[in-house]
């Protein structure tokens, strides 16, 4: 086992009831909150007024920036912190789902340090200080509300990175798994294989570490669980705890203690690039790369797949078994497993191969090269 340190300080408040403990968390800050939304859910869907309504009831004057988009851009963070600079906000609240959340970790942290958005995420320069950041999640997937990353993309640069910070955690968390209930189908899809992903990459990363890995395989063993119910009654309130709980636990630090990096993140690394190039939402990229970048670098994970097939089944499995039982799960819940479903064709396969080459995404553990690129290339 390599050695670790545990720091998670977001208090995290689960439930029904979760709001009724968000005065609590704002009496503790200034008046002015600068509030981040999307485009039109949280309004469309009543969430939008209940946090209003707490802002207003405890005094807080609202500032605030809407219209974040799915694969959320730097442009945007860079406009609200011009908001926040003029306003002199006293803290940030999201309310949304990762793409809203990472948004307002950028804007919060470079509204604090006085920093450029881009220059801190390209780790130019280092931040000091934040301010409080608290979230309303809207959308269990990404785990961002109980970790320090946010991901933007660039595209004067043509890259979609992450950045992590210790000074990103969220103060607090508000997960009411009622505020899930209106997401529709597909994006309840996304959601699951991005939770699913981020156990994957997890696992993939260094460290023996039997009991992080066994934390793997139960949430994908509970995903596969409540996926196919869920999927069949999407306002069930048990069924969405149940995956908001599985999604925060995914990346909160539960299956990465024990390794020397959190995880290895090559497959987000090149999922990334599909969603810079044309939109497609995460959960999508992800269930296409994950299994071509399994087969790709077999001749690198192939007793690690066959471990994790051993604790998924409770018997020998073999690693291309393990694979099958990935991708048949993707299939299942009617995610998409090739490239040409997500609607884009050969050319397209080569312009992404072109940007892999140009870019260089890589695994904080598992190092890929120019040919690894060629056969990803080939399994999508
Ligand atoms: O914009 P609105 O109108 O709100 O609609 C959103 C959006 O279209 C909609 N939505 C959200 N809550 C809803 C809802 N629709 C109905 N009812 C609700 N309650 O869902 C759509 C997708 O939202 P988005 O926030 O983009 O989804 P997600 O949470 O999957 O976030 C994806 C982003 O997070 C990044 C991804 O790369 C991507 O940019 N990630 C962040 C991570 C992190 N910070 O730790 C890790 C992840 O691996 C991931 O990379
Ligand atoms: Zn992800």
Redesign the pocket.
């Known amino acids: 086992m390599e050695n670790f340190t545990v720091y998670n300080p977001t208090r995290l408040y689960f439930g029904n009831k979760a709001l009724e403990k968000l005065p609590d968390e704002l009496a503790q800050t200034g008046k002015k909150v600068l509030l981040i939304t999307?485009?039109?859910?949280?309004k469309k869907?009543g969430y939008y007024n209940q946090v209003v309504q707490i802002l207003q009831t405890s005094n807080k004057k609202i500032i605030e920036y809407s219209g974040i988009k799915?694969?959320?851009v730097v442009d945007d963070a860079e406009k609200a912190v011009q908001l926040a600079l003029q306003e002199k906000i006293d803290g940030v609240l999201a309310l949304?789902?990762?793409?809203?959340?990472?948004t307002a970790k950028m804007v919060a942290l470079a509204y604090a340090n006085k920093q450029d958005v881009w220059q801190l995420m390209k780790r130019k320069v280092e931040p000091v200080r934040n301010i409080p950041l608290w979230v309303v999640l809207?959308?269990a997937?990404?785990?961002?509300e109980m970790?320090g990353?946010?991901?933007l993309q660039n595209h004067q640069t043509n890259e979609k990175i992450?950045y992590f910070s210790p000074l990103m955690y969220p103060r607090a968390s508000f997960l009411n798994p009622e505020?899930?209930l209106?997401?529709?189908k597909n994006?309840t899809i996304?959601?699951i294989v991005?939770l699913v992903a981020?156990s994957l990459e997890a696992y993939f990363a260094n460290g023996n570490t039997p009991l992080s890995d066994r934390f793997v395989a139960s949430n994908i063993l509970e995903a596969m669980d409540y996926a196919p119910n869920l999927l069949n009654n999407l306002t069930d309130y048990n069924l969405r705890a149940r995956m908001m709980w599985n999604a925060t636990v995914a990346?909160n630090g539960t299956t990465m203690h024990g390794r020397s990096v959190s995880g290895d993140w090559g497959t987000?690394a090149l999922a990334?690039h599909i969603?810079l190039l044309w939109d497609t939402p995460?959960?999508q990229t992800l269930s296409v790369v994950f299994p071509a970048w399994m087969k790709a670098m077999y001749y690198k994970i192939d007793t690690r797949l066959e471990y994790l097939g051993t604790l998924l089944t409770g018997k020998k499995t073999t690693a291309d078994q393990t694979i099958n039982i990935m991708e048949n799960f993707f299939k299942s819940i009617e995610a998409p497993t090739r490239f040409a479903e997500l609607g884009l064709n050969e050319n397209d396969k080569s312009k992404l191969l072109d940007l892999w080459k140009n870019n260089r995404p890589n695994g904080m553990y598992i190092d890929m090269d120019e040919t690894d690129y060629e056969t990803i290339i080939r399994y999508l």
Request: hydrophobic share 25%; aromatic share 2%.
């Open positions: 999307g485009k039109e859910s949280a869907h799915p694969n959320p949304g789902g990762g793409s809203v959340i990472d809207t959308l997937a990404t785990g961002s970790n990353a946010a991901v992450g505020f899930t209106s997401v529709p994006q996304n959601g991005d981020h990346e987000h990334h969603s995460h959960g």
